[in-house]
């Protein structure tokens, strides 16, 4: 890996980071020169396979696992990274739950599950890592949304609902934390190349190839470019923003 690159000297911590999109992010950062918080849940196994090919690469990478809707867990994972590394300058916020039940069929506790993790876990960190940053000298923020939010998609109401609420947090955060030099932006991937785990459901069919106009899904590498556009140097007079990475199928 490139410990001399563009963001070396930076440390980023990526949620959800064991598989897929959140993988790719980190590998992406680390590529880069950034030393990385790998967090996730409770995947420990899949946490240290990301760690270990960071290390192996010759990057720097250490685990992490917290739940991201406690603000206890969340403290410490904070707390550690910045003993570990020094401070925190990035936060990808991608850690979040999918489902797909009718909105009939929605109980509360589902509901409040999801937002827990997408809201609820993207302020608790936001909070959490911005004192860090200011001292620091400021910062980047990454959240990642999704494309259901703004076109509608059927048993994804808890979903779409979270992610709406995340971009306006950001748009927020965005002003308030400009003063001190932070960035906060998100990144709304459309269909995306990757293994969805049984509890996602099947993917939604108005998201299939056809109607995308690239006739493609997005590659793993396609939404973790965005992520590290944002959090380097040519992203630092973007803020407030939600970047669409869909291949058309949603313009905004």
Not at 37 to 66: F, K, P, T, Y
Not at 129 to 148: D, E
Not at 231 to 236: I, K, N, R, S, V
Request: net charge neutral; hydrophobic share 45%; charged share 20%.
């Amino acid at each position: 890996m490139n410990m001399q690159g563009t963001l070396s000297g930076k440390v980023a911590l990526v949620t959800g980071a064991g598989k897929n999109i959140g993988r790719a992010i980190a590998l992406r950062l680390a590529a880069d020169g950034a030393c990385v918080v790998v967090n996730g849940r409770r995947d420990a196994a899949a946490l240290e396979a990301v760690v270990s090919e960071i290390n192996g690469r010759g990057g720097q990478a250490v685990m992490a696992l917290a739940d991201v809707s406690d603000p206890a867990a969340v403290g410490r994972m904070v707390s550690d990274a910045a003993a570990a590394f020094g401070g925190i300058d990035i936060l990808v916020s991608n850690a979040g739950l999918r489902r797909q039940t009718p909105f009939l069929d929605m109980s509360l506790d589902e509901w409040r599950e999801i937002l827990s993790v997408a809201l609820d876990g993207a302020f608790i960190l936001a909070r959490a890592v911005a004192p860090h940053m200011i001292r620091r000298g400021g910062g980047a923020i990454v959240a990642l949304s999704g494309i259901s939010t703004h076109i509608g998609t059927a048993n994804r109401c808890h979903v779409s609902a979270s992610k709406a609420g995340l971009e306006g947090l950001i748009r927020a955060l965005a002003i308030e934390l400009a003063p001190h030099g932070i960035t906060a932006n998100c990144v709304a991937p459309g269909s995306v190349d990757t293994v969805r785990g049984e509890s996602a459901g099947g993917r939604p069919t108005n998201l299939d190839d056809a109607s995308i106009p690239l006739r493609r899904k997005a590659t793993l590498e396609d939404i973790a470019g965005m992520v590290r556009h944002l959090a380097g140097p040519d992203g630092a007079y973007i803020t407030g923003q939600t970047i669409h990475v869909n291949g058309g199928r949603y313009l905004a």
